[in-house]
């Protein structure tokens, strides 16, 4: 069975009584909540209670790791080690919550393509970064998931594969919509279907959930997070590859945040996706 979850973020404390409820009705199985500073390691009464309200409401929890300020895969070996003394804090809050997964991002700042020659450095500080949260991970019976990021290191799908290798355990959720960005910022025309189709088939093996929404190219500029139709091209693409690769996905979170409109996404615009997601995933 695969799980079908909706973001819920700091952004949303003020509202996010109507929003757990709305994620119900549409017919999501859980709430991926975002570690967003301060989160968890201040204010965490009002993260408790906003998780135990997600399982009054008969939702499971998952948690996207913070990402803000957090560079896991950096050269700069100070700035690695402070991010992960951070997030393996983070960790530990998460256990108390007992989430369906944790997700973390694995990137750095530093423009790695125009710096090919210490390519290797980065690839080695992230290989070491995602083993020892795998390790961390499995000290506190929490399910561990890494996820592909929309600029320089782990955007790219060699860099990806390469340290998937790598790492005993690690497992990738995989943004459409962060792969798809990275390489429409390089060339025109982009296919949706050939960027899933090349990361399907490289990295099947790992591929265990999706982060799945629309994006939009309007007079050249490039927005993410958008509402998806029953009809998305992405959604299409993601579907009918899982299929052909035979790849096996437990969950799938719609992170959408605005419409066409640029208004805030309400789940309950979603049902329609969700029914799509259940039969076709």
Not at 121 to 127: F, L, N, P, Q, Y
Request: hydrophobic letters at 40%; charged letters at 30%.
């Amino acid at each position: 069975m695969v799980f079908l979850g909706f973001s819920l973020w700091r952004g949303d404390r003020n509202s996010h009584s109507e929003k757990i409820r709305e994620i119900r009705d549409a017919g999501f199985d859980y709430v991926e909540v975002s570690f967003d500073f301060p989160w968890p390691l201040q204010d965490s009464r009002l993260l408790r209670e906003i998780c135990e309200e997600i399982r009054e409401n008969g939702l499971m929890v998952a948690v996207h790791g913070g990402w803000r300020d957090v560079k896991l895969a950096s050269p700069i070996n100070e700035v690695r080690e402070a991010s992960l003394k951070y997030v393996l804090k983070t960790m530990e809050e998460a256990r108390k919550i007992e989430p369906l997964y944790m997700l973390f991002h694995i990137a750095t700042e530093q423009a790695t393509k125009e710096m090919d020659e210490h390519v290797k450095t980065v690839r080695e500080s992230a290989i070491s970064s995602m083993n020892t949260l795998v390790k961390h991970a499995e000290e506190l019976n929490i399910r561990l998931v890494f996820e592909n990021v929309p600029s320089h290191f782990l955007a790219d799908l060699n860099d990806a594969k390469a340290v998937f290798l790598e790492v005993d355990g690690a497992r990738l959720c995989f943004d459409v919509g962060h792969a798809w960005m990275y390489e429409a910022r390089r060339e025109e025309n982009v296919s949706v279907r050939g960027v899933v189709e090349r990361w399907f088939s490289e990295l099947s093996k790992w591929i265990s959930g999706l982060h799945v929404y629309d994006c939009l190219a309007i007079d050249g500029c490039l927005k993410e997070h958008i509402l998806p139709s029953v009809d998305s091209e992405f959604l299409r693409a993601v579907i009918d590859n899982r299929r052909k690769y035979g790849v096996v996905v437990d969950f799938a979170v719609v992170e959408a945040f605005k419409n066409m409109r640029d208004e805030d996404v309400k789940p309950s615009e979603l049902r329609g996706v969700v029914e799509l997601l259940r039969s076709g995933l």
